[in-house]
């Protein structure tokens, strides 16, 4: 029983492509979230859905897109993949406003852009 | 800014040596304050955290971490480290629940026989 499942776990493509990564967690959590692990492992936030809803949106260009198509999961759309997105891609859930929260994480999608 | 940071990039440590890995933070109020570890090819896994009360924060495989106001900082510790140990720890710290979390830059662990 995987709480946050990602799929797929290992993304080879092709510069210019378009590619999705998906999530989803049995947590019964509100609040989703993508974070990308670059080459040096320093992990950071892109995005954060609460109850479907954009919460976070750091500075990532537009070519990524979240959608969220109900609490459970929320997916990662790239388009026009570039070398520099070459990176772990990680999707965690928590729970919002319950006092105290933890970030669950998923297993990672090691994108590679060639 | 907000910012939590590791001044050790690398450490290693003999196998049944004790270990302290550093955290330091800077908020404006305490955050929560969170350790995770990353084993090879593996996701994130939640060490310990901290939201309030006790300052000492007991975790799983045998890890702690003290948080210490006045000198902003939440180490992790563990009397004896065994050979499994080695992997990526992140320090985090998020001020509320659905705040975004920060990550410092990770300590590497290596466990030598």
């Known amino acids: 029983d995987t709480a946050v499942s990602q799929t797929p776990k290992y993304l080879v493509t092709q510069m210019g492509n378009d590619k999705s990564i998906k999530c989803e967690q049995n947590l019964g959590h509100d609040t989703m979230y993508w974070y990308k692990q670059d080459s040096k492992k320093f992990l950071k936030i892109m995005f954060s859905y609460n109850n479907k809803e954009l919460i976070i949106n750091e500075t990532v260009p537009n070519r990524f897109s979240p959608k969220s198509p109900d609490k459970a999961h929320l997916n990662l759309h790239i388009n026009s993949l570039e070398l520099g997105d070459s990176a772990v891609y990680f999707c965690?859930?928590?729970?919002w406003g319950r006092g105290e929260d933890t970030q669950y994480f998923g297993p990672g999608t090691r994108l590679t852009v060639l | 800014a907000q910012s939590v940071t590791q001044p050790d990039i690398h450490i290693t440590v003999s196998e049944g040596a004790s270990l302290e890995l550093r955290c330091n933070y800077s908020y404006g109020a305490t955050p929560y304050l969170f350790w995770y570890v990353q084993s090879p090819g593996q996701g994130l896994q939640l060490l310990l955290k901290?939201?309030?009360?006790?300052?000492l924060v007991q975790g799983i495989k045998g890890f702690e971490a003290e948080f210490k106001r006045s000198q902003s900082s939440f180490n992790l510790r563990k009397p004896s480290v065994h050979w499994s140990d080695a992997a990526e720890y992140f320090c985090?710290?998020?001020?509320?629940?659905?705040?975004?979390?920060?990550f410092g830059p990770g300590t590497s662990l290596s466990v030598i026989p």
């Open positions: 985090a710290a998020g001020k509320t629940s659905y705040d975004k979390v920060i």
């Open positions: 965690a859930s928590s729970s």
């Open positions: 901290y939201f309030s009360g006790d300052t």
